[in-house]
Structures are given as C-alpha cells and as structure tokens.
C-alpha cells in the first residue's frame, strides 16, 4: 500500500490537485514536502496533531518533510476560517512563540534523528519574508495574483461583508512565497495543511508555476489537504469545556492530556486511532471489535490513550498519567506524590492554610466544603467525608501532619465525586 491509499484508509484526505499525477511523483521520487505552523500561541495544541502526524507519515514512507513555522506570517494573521481579524502580536511576542513552538515540534517529531536521510528539517519563513522589501514584494510576486483570482478564495470572499484589511487580504501571496522560496532552496513539491488552507495552498501553486513559466520551465508541484477533524457530536476536535487541550505539559498536564483521550466517545474513537496513530490494520480491526462486543471496558480509549501521551510526551509522563487516574479510580489517594496531586487536582476548589493542626468540621466549613457546621458534621456523621482517600466519620478528628502529602496538600473529598485541595503554608 502507497502512501496515498494508506491516508485514504484512514479518511486523511480531504483535497489532493491531481491526485493520479501526485501518486506516481511519490512512487517515483523522494518527494520533499512541508506544512506550515504559525506561532499564535506559545504552544500548539491537539488541533495540529493531525498535519504534525501527517510530516512523520510521510517520513516513515521515505519522504522529506519541512515544517516550516511562520515567523514571518505570524506577524500578519491568517484569515482563513475567521470571521474578524486576528490581533497582531509584537515582534518580540511573535518571535517568543516561534522558538517555543521550533523546540515543541523537534521533539514531537524527533528532528536529532539523522540515521536517515529524509529526518525532518525545521525552517523558519521570517528568514526571508523578514528582509523582504515592499518593492520586491509587488514586483516579485504581487503582480502574479489577479485581484478577482483572490477574491474567489473562500479565505477572502467570506470575510467581504464583514471587512478584511490589506494586510491579511496579503496573507495568501506571503504564504504563495513560502511554497515559492522552498520550492527552489529545497526542491519542495508538496504543501499540506487543514482543509482551511486550500486556497493558500493553491495560491502558492499558481505562484511557483506562473514564476517558472516565465523562465521557460514547468514545475511538477502539488498540494493536499486534510479534513476538519470534529467529534460525533459536530464539535470541532480539541476542545474540552471550551479550552484548548496544550502540547506544553505547563499548559495542559500528561495527566489531562491523557484523560482527553480516555473519555473520547465510543463513536469517535475508531476514527481517532485511525487518524492520530499509527497501529496496523489489523490491530485497529481488533480494537473496532472490542467497541462493538465491550465499549465499558473502553480498551480502544486507554490504547489510544497510551499511544498519544507516549508520543507527544514520554513513557515516564505515561506511567504518571496512569497511576494518578489508578489512584483516583481506586480512591488510594495516598501513593500520589507532589507533582501527581498537583496534576490530578489542578482544576479542583482549593484552599490555603497554615501548617498547623485543624479541627476536620471548622475546616470542612473554612474551605466551602460544607455550607455550615451543622452540615458538616451530618457530613462526617454520614461517611460522606475522605481524606486523601479514607472515610472520617469522627466529629472530633483533627487534620494535622500525618494528613499532609508531601508535606504540601490534603485530599478532601465530599460524596463519590467532588474533590477538594488543602494547600499548606
């Protein structure tokens, strides 16, 4: 199987340009190829897993990937798929979030590799777009670009009623001369990217040929899309409770990383493995199986699970992930150490007291736990109170050292569910 076939298997493939002429020039050449990242934020998040997976893909089949973050058009704003302009960043701000996300993508996809010949290689548009001037951008390449040519690009022409400014109407050709200047330093035939960017990608097509033709030559360039990844419900992929879930583990922990994928519908997560792994046919057939006969035991959500926080952090942020949802699910919250309770509790009510012995009721009421003493104590009456796991039912208890984990934090847990965090002064 190609490398084509196996992206259509998986529903990786939304729009190809000549999609017979792109197979035979993969089967017949090492095809260079790249994917463009601007740096919006200090991290990407689990939205850019798919193009990111699509570099390795391609890599895994002998090809050469680029992954080309936007330096340069990060200082613009893209407008494709938005409804109002982006705020523009600083230069300062825009280049701290292009060197976050360089070192973010050399380590997903592992670029100190050089046991081969086609590892990824990283580049960075403000490299030339930055020294560009705007003579040479209009001579160089504006007067390529008819203006009814982009404003037939959906990019463009749904933003006409709301208003778009010059300088992201400009965005396409600046991104046409990142396909441009890769195609002749690297010989890059392929661009990929969301469907959002056909236009872009088509534009950059146009570019290369329009720009070859007046030399007298042809160029053999190509460009792919993939889809818009959603949930079963329409829910555009990667968000959770309208958050973005980060690649940075400051941002978003292994262990929320991992529950993300843990708690994936049985009537995504198929679909998921297909697009965000690489586990053979076979295995992903197997796993269809265990949905179909045994969705409680959710083995498809914990192989997927394993196999993106393995990959996108490490085997010992793995093993973390694990333990900590073991402990919570067991309730044995007293194996955890520091660094796990603050993972597990991160987003959990909290509240900061001094390191000195408490009363367990004044203390259930001083954290909001229980709304009044009187509550608080049919609370412990009615075993409804755990601390860092164990059931309280002494009214007369007294939280002191031997509670504290690490020295640091008490577990407080109200019911089956609802977890509170003790932080010590």
Known sequence: MNILQDLENRGLINQVTDRDGLEKHLENNQVTLYCGFDPTADSLHIGHLVPLTMLRRFQRAGHKPIALVGGGTGMIGDPSGRSSERSLNTEEVVFGFTESIQNQIAKIVDMDDTSNDNQVISRNNHDWLGNMTIIDFLRGAGKHFGINYM????????????????????????????????????????????????????????????????????????????????????????????????????????????????????????????????????????LEKEVENQPEKRVAQRRLAEEMTRSIHDEAALVQAQKISEALFSGDIKQLNVTEVEQAFKDVPNHDVLKEPARLIDLLVNASISSSKRQAREDVKNGAIYINGDRVQDLDYTVDEADRLGDAFTVIRRGKKKYFLIRFQ
């Open 151 to 286: 404003l037939s690009k959906d990019s463009v022409s749904a933003r006409l009623a709301q208003g778009i400014t010059f300088t992201e109407f400009s965005y396409m050709i600046l991104q046409s001369l990142d396909f441009l200047r890769l195609y002749e330093e690297e010989n890059c035939t392929l661009q990929i990217g969301g469907s959002d960017q056909w236009g872009n990608i088509t534009a950059g097509l146009e570019l290369i040929r329009r720009s070859r033709e007046n030399q007298g030559e042809t160029a053999e360039v190509y460009g792919l899309t993939v889809p818009l990844i959603t949930t079963a419900d329409g829910v555009k992929f990667g968000k959770t409770a309208g958050n973005a879930v980060w690649l940075d583990p400051k941002k978003t922990s292994p262990y929320e990383f991992y529950q993300f994928w843990i708690n994936v519908d049985d009537r995504d997560v198929i679909r998921f493995i297909k697009y965000f792994t690489f586990l053979s046919d076979e295995e992903i057939a197997e």
